[in-house]
């Protein structure tokens, strides 16, 4: 099982990064997919989920992303991504993506890095 976070790096106040998840070696289709930041000193926290489809519900945002970040899967690439606009200094971070199986199994990535920084 692989997950495999990139797209991270320095980006100024304001600007945007498309952070993106490579998955294999587990049912990436019918696994519920969402990303997660900790910031240097603190816990790590939840930000977006993405369900199997759309019927299944709308992607959930934590309050401290809504309208900025936009979280969405290709299921063909098994790829999770993560569209963040209008970036903050307070959005520096490792952010990480989890998978979690029709099973509850839950797999994580090692993580990419964020620094919002002018």
């Known amino acids: 099982v692989q997950l495999v976070e990139s797209g991270g790096g320095l980006v100024q106040p304001g600007g945007s990064l498309r952070l993106s998840c490579a998955a294999s070696g587990f049912p990436f289709s019918t696994s519920i997919m969402s990303w997660h930041r900790q910031a240097p000193g603190k816990e790590r926290e939840w930000i977006a989920t993405?369900?199997?489809?759309?019927?299944?519900?709308?992607?959930k945002y934590a309050d401290s992303v809504k309208g900025r970040f936009t979280i969405s899967r290709e299921n063909a690439k098994n790829t999770v991504y993560l569209q963040m606009n209008s970036l903050k200094s307070e959005d520096t971070a490792v952010y990480y993506c989890?998978?979690?199986?029709?099973?509850?199994?839950?797999?994580w990535g090692q993580g990419t890095q964020v620094i919002v920084s002018s």
């Open positions: 989890k998978a979690r199986t029709g099973w509850g199994t839950e797999y």
């Open positions: 993405i369900f199997i489809s759309s019927t299944s519900g709308s992607p």
